[in-house]
């Protein structure tokens, strides 16, 4: 019997030393102040899309609309290809951007003011599918999702994309849609505001603040064709926003490019391993 009532009395002896010492853990922490450090981490995202049958990729261009800030298209191809260069192992093709907006006016039928004795009629449009409606009228400025939807057509054009990839040596042909526009919004915005009491202590409480903001709004839609079969081998949307008080002015390619940073890392994920590196706050 006494060896058995040692144990409990040591235990509970135990468990009374360490909550003592974490008392005065958590009282010398008090008394120092919070003070914490930053630990770096790795994320590993697993691939999308099985690209092993792929040596070489084509950025071919995007229908892009927005604002006329920058010229989105461009910027995205020339991104795209940079990041695939550094990030994945296919081998990233030099070559002139597709005037995808003019393939599918063409197919849609040629606005009233074109030249029908243009080489480039609807009889001459590589891979045009036949019986496509003639006389459909196509925004002629995108400025919203909406105007987008009707060139969004072109992506099902297996072959107009199956003669591409024929002319690349059928790599993996990524295109798509990008709307880069403006963005205003105004409301009630919460932040921390620094407030001292009579004796000199330091608070921090939320505040709500009614405010104008401006910026920019990012919506990429990323496709990615087989080029062997101009068939889609999966497709991908991504929304991102950036608001600035209304008194700051931000370049939109600025913008652009910081938007995009937040992207790259999904795009690259759809065709290889990545690791998104980011941050924990730990205490000391």
Not at 12 to 19: I, K, T, V, Y
Not at 178 to 186: E, G, Q
Not at 224 to 241: K, L, N, P, Q, V
Request: charged share 25%; hydrophobic share 35%.
């Amino acid at each position: 019997m006494t060896g058995r009532t040692r144990p409990r009395k040591s235990s509970a002896g135990s468990r009374l030393a360490r909550a003592t010492f974490a008392a005065g853990v958590a009282a010398l922490a008090l008394a120092c102040g919070p003070d914490t450090y930053e630990i770096p981490i790795e994320t590993p995202i697993q691939p999308k899309l099985d690209v092993s049958a792929f040596q070489r990729v084509l950025v071919a261009g995007f229908v892009t609309g927005g604002t006329e800030d920058i010229d989105a298209n461009q910027e995205t191809v020339r991104l795209l290809r940079s990041q695939l260069r550094t990030k994945s192992s296919l081998k990233v093709i030099d070559a002139d951007l597709l005037p995808l907006m003019e393939v599918v006016s063409q197919d849609q039928g040629a606005p009233a003011e074109a030249d029908e004795s243009s080489p480039t009629t609807r009889e001459n449009v590589p891979g045009r599918p036949a019986g496509g409606a003639q006389g459909v009228a196509l925004p002629q400025r995108i400025r919203d999702d909406k105007d987008l939807e009707p060139y969004e057509r072109l992506f099902a054009n297996t072959a107009y994309w199956k003669r591409i990839g024929e002319e690349f040596q059928n790599p993996l042909i990524v295109t798509g849609t990008v709307l880069f526009a403006n963005r205003s919004s105004s409301g009630y915005v919460q932040r921390d505001e620094e407030v001292f009491d009579p004796f000199g202590r330091r608070r921090v409480v939320p505040v709500r603040t009614f405010m104008e903001r401006k910026g920019f709004m990012l919506r990429p839609k990323f496709v990615f064709i087989d080029g062997r079969t101009g068939a889609t081998m999966y497709s991908e949307s991504y929304r991102e926003e950036i608001l600035y008080n209304v008194q700051q002015n931000t370049p939109a390619l600025s913008s652009y490019f910081e938007l995009m940073d937040r992207l790259v890392p999904n795009f690259l994920s759809a065709l290889s391993n990545q690791k998104i590196k980011g941050t924990r706050v730990l205490l000391k």
